[in-house]
């Protein structure tokens, strides 16, 4: 089956910028989704189709897509943005969505 | 506004079943395929299952194919997981979530989520 692959964890300092990585079998072919998920909440989308931003998620997030690896960047790192972020992806293949390990972004 | 509001959780013992309830608000219901999915404690986000806005295409993951059952009542907007032969690997938090497009599924987002609902499979 598919499997998506995040680093556990990524720290930042406050104003800095902080990458997550996505790795998968040619995923730049595939449509991905990033959730910010805080302690305790359910988790929120932060970006959809690889690189779109939902309404009220601040400009900072930002997401690219191509080859093995997609990525959600955030710019400017706030406090706030200490979560969990999962990608996620649809595998035609076994009809299932597929949710990466998950980065835990921690904010020095 | 959408609302989804799990229901149902609890503690039951191995072997046992359990009815999870979400109800939805703010959306026309049968038009949105809808998923659950579920995260153990202290652990990442897996995938359950889907139902699309029709009721007439269901998916599963291969960890709950054959013991859970997924179901929509449009006359309730309410989604439902029916978990038989529960074991306890299956305790997690059970969250439901709306695709975010209407009439279709696949590579589409999750754009609302339930606060979910706690199932502790334990002796």
């Known amino acids: 089956s598919y499997g998506l692959t995040q680093p556990p964890s990524v720290s930042v300092a406050p104003g800095t910028t902080a990458r997550i990585t996505c790795g998968g079998n040619?995923?730049?072919?595939?449509?991905v989704h990033w959730y910010q998920q805080r302690p305790g909440q359910a988790p929120v989308l932060v970006i959809y189709?690889?690189?779109d931003r939902p309404s009220g998620i601040p400009e900072r997030f930002s997401g690219s897509n191509s080859g093995n690896t997609a990525t959600l960047t955030i710019s400017r790192v706030e406090a706030e943005d200490e979560a969990d972020y999962y990608c996620q992806v649809w595998d035609n293949s076994g009809d299932h969505y597929v949710f990466g390990t998950g980065t835990k972004v921690t904010v020095l | 506004e959408v609302q989804l509001v799990e229901s149902g959780g609890g503690l039951v013992q191995p072997g046992g079943s359990l009815r999870l309830s979400c109800a939805a608000s703010g959306f026309t219901f049968n038009t949105y395929a809808m998923n659950w999915v579920r995260q153990a404690p202290g652990k990442g986000l897996e995938w359950v299952s889907l139902i699309s806005g029709n009721g007439g295409t269901t998916f599963y993951a291969d960890s709950v194919k054959g013991r859970f059952t997924i179901s929509r009542d449009t006359s309730r907007n309410t989604l439902h997981l029916q978990m038989n032969s529960l074991r306890a690997e299956d305790t997690a938090v059970y969250y439901c979530?709306?695709?975010?497009?209407?009439?279709?599924?696949?590579?589409?987002?999750?754009?609302?989520w339930g606060q979910g609902t706690l199932v502790i499979v334990s002796s």
């Open positions: 189709y690889d690189s």
């Open positions: 040619n995923i730049g072919g595939e449509s």
């Open positions: 979530a709306r695709l975010g497009e209407e009439n279709t599924f696949g590579s589409v987002p999750f754009d609302s």
